[in-house]
């Protein structure tokens, strides 16, 4: 089992920036795939970023690619997700998850956060 909680969510205006942190506890972190999803109110949940224990395989939706960094600190267990020049858009519930292998599928991954809601205001 894989806990996760996220933090870090609030509301800022467009063009401001945020950092979301997803902190693990129970099995071993380092070995997990981690990945941030968000969902926003009417929509389908969507794949936002991932990231391998080692970092060699990220990947971004094309919605955020240069604006949003996907990182991880392994000994502290704790993936974040750097938000800058944000737009309404972004406004969502943003979820991190764990999984086996690197995917950008929702459906592959087998932990969940509870959600962070993150506003803009434009």
């Known amino acids: 089992q894989v806990q996760l909680v996220e933090s870090g969510g609030g509301l800022v205006q467009a063009g401001g920036s945020l950092r979301l942190s997803c902190a693990a506890s129970g099995r071993t972190f380092s070995s997990y795939v981690m990945g941030w999803f968000r969902q926003a109110p009417g929509k389908e949940r969507e794949f936002v970023a991932a990231r391998s224990w ?69």
């Open 54 to 122: 080692t970092g060699v395989n990220t990947f971004y939706a094309k919605s955020v690619k240069g604006r949003f960094t996907i990182s991880r600190d392994n000994a502290k267990n704790t993936v974040y997700l750097q938000m800058n020049s944000l737009k309404p858009e972004d406004t969502a519930v943003y979820y991190c998850a764990a999984a086996e292998h690197i995917t950008l599928s929702g459906l592959e991954y087998d932990y969940w956060g509870q959600g962070t809601q993150v506003t803009v205001s434009s």
